[in-house]
């Protein structure tokens, strides 16, 4: 059983910063793609990052203000997230899967339960 727990999310002023934390369990995740997404309400799900043993990976949207890291055998993935701006507000989730790097939520075996992060203007 593979279980996930995200922690971090909060509030913060636009322009300010967080950092999220995925703590992985159950399983050894050194041939896993760990990743982020997130789900503003009414919106679908969206792809945020992605870390694998090789390289990482960004939506437009974040790419220069968020960094992933981690994974491998930390069992842990970090979202560092600067310079947030409203829209960035969404439950973010964490992610496994055991496949190649995929922006395809579907691909994911495993989740999180989410934290909530929001960005006051």
């Known amino acids: 059983q593979v279980q996930l727990v995200e922690s971090g999310g909060g509030l913060v002023q636009a322009g300010g910063s967080l950092r999220l934390s995925c703590a992985a369990s159950g399983r050894t995740f050194i041939t896993y793609t760990m990743g982020w997404f997130r789900q503003a309400p009414g919106q679908e799900r969206e792809f945020v990052a992605a870390?694998?043993?090789?390289?990482?990976y960004y939506a437009d949207s974040v790419k220069g203000r968020f960094t992933i890291s981690g994974g491998n055998a930390k069992n842990t993935v970090n979202l560092q997230m600067n310079s947030l701006k409203p829209e960035d507000t969404a439950v973010y989730y964490c992610?496994?899967?055991?496949?190649?790097?995929?922006?395809?939520?579907?691909?994911?075996?495993?989740w999180g339960q989410g934290t909530q992060v929001t960005v006051s203007s």
């Open positions: 870390i694998s043993t090789r390289s990482t």
């Open positions: 992610a496994a899967t055991r496949t190649i790097p995929t922006t395809n939520g579907d691909r994911y075996d495993y």
